[in-house]
């Protein structure tokens, strides 16, 4: 069996591959457009995910696999794709956009009586959805071929977990990870049997895992990075030793607890016992993880469906509170002119060539008529006025 990932980064090695490799039976051909990385991927035979967990560190070896550049040797990938039985992706969401015409080449090109099976893992919600719809665009495909979709390529939405912590200088290939993990994937478009890769949680309603997963995960970790950059403090668990820092990140999980309790039927024990779990994970000094990297992209998390305004503006709706919520993107929205994140550069030009009502608007297209806005646009209002 042949599975394809696009992204050589640390989260495919250390987390995607490591899945296939567990998976008797599976090669992977890593995608990539980083020079350095395939020439590396190419000229080694295997490198290392070291496991780091509160019992230790456990190392496995990561083999059988091969690397092609897809910025020189499209043909190639193309041809891989058309006789893959997977494909999967971690190369951030803004990105699925640029993968998806020789994605929609390759499944074009199939002749297997078996469907290519596309799973996005990315930290969005419905990302699978979100490359099917460029794949899907005229402009990649045909409509012969799209007529005929349903059997060349099936797809699933999925919802990743694990943290990849700050990575030694000198590691090379190998990718130093926690223990825990979950993959959970949605089952219900994969007609013709879902693929066998262990380790893999499949479910046929992502929705609950996914927003569980976003709002408390990627919440806390965000809130906490924000807080602590603007703090001065380099990384996640040193500001989680910070109590004001601490006490927000509690607050604003309290908040996306009673959104997921609520929506989901899941019990209050159960989500506690889940957000104990993430705060213990994350402040693990084992796991270091820098606040500046951890805060990159602030305007994708800024926007309607992502970290914070996603539950802010559900739990709004239900006339709930968000205070915690929205002092998390109050802080993200001081995360301007970072060096090397151009999302926090465009930012600072947002927030200081827009009035606030157009700044609010453009980050996170809310309507005015929405009962969050007003609250965002006083967070806003209070940063612009103390950049002036």
């Known amino acids: 069996m042949k599975a394809i990932h696009f992204g050589g980064g640390n989260i495919g090695r250390g987390f995607i591959a490591e899945f296939f490799h567990e998976s008797a039976g599976y090669e992977v051909v890593f995608i990539d457009v980083m020079d350095s990385i395939i020439e590396a991927l190419q000229k080694s035979k295997s490198y290392k995910v070291i496991e780091v967990g509160a019992e230790g560190e456990i190392t496995k070896v990561i083999d059988n696999y091969r690397a092609i550049n897809s910025k020189y040797n499209e043909s190639d990938v193309v041809k891989e794709i058309s006789e893959a039985d997977v494909v999967t992706c971690a190369v951030g969401p803004n ?59 099936e797809f699933g939405n999925s919802a990743i977990d694990r943290i990849v912590p700050t990575q030694d200088p000198n590691a090379g290939l190998d990718v130093k990870i926690e223990t825990f993990y979950e993959w959970c994937v949605e089952s219900t478009g994969f007609k013709s049997g879902h693929p066998n890769i262990k380790g893999v949680h499949w479910v046929d309603n992502l929705e609950p895992f996914i927003e569980r997963k976003l709002f408390t995960v990627n919440t806390s970790h965000a809130t906490t990075a924000y807080y602590g950059y603007n703090k001065g403090i380099r990384t996640i668990h040193e500001s989680l030793a910070d109590p004001e820092i601490k006490a927000v990140v509690h607050e604003a999980l309290e908040e996306t607890a009673n959104l997921i309790v609520s929506k989901h039927g899941i019990s209050k024990d159960e989500q506690q016992k889940y957000v104990d779990a993430i705060i213990t994970r994350i402040s693990n000094p084992m796991l270091e993880d820098v606040t500046q990297r951890v805060g990159r992209a602030p305007l994708r998390k800024l926007s309607r469906k ?83």
């Open 95 to 153: 990105i699925l956009k640029f993968i998806a015409p020789v994605i929609a080449k390759g499944i074009t090109a199939r002749t297997a009586s078996k469907p290519l099976a596309v799973i996005a893992c990315e930290n969005a919600i419905n990302a699978t959805d979100t490359l099917a719809g460029f794949i899907k665009d005229p402009k990649n495909m045909s409509e012969d071929v799209l007529s005929n979709l349903p059997s060349k390529a």
């Open 306 to 388: 992502e970290r914070f305004i996603g539950p802010a503006a559900q739990l709004a709706e239900r006339g709930q509170k968000v205070d915690g919520l929205i002092k998390g993107v109050e802080m993200a929205l001081r995360f301007q002119n970072v060096p090397d994140d151009d999302e926090s550069k465009e930012l600072a030009t947002i927030m200081s060539t827009m009035s606030a009502p157009e700044a609010t608007k453009k980050l996170t297209s809310l309507e005015e008529s929405h009962p969050l806005y007003p609250k965002v646009l006083a967070a806003v209002e209070k940063v612009q006025a103390e950049k002036k």
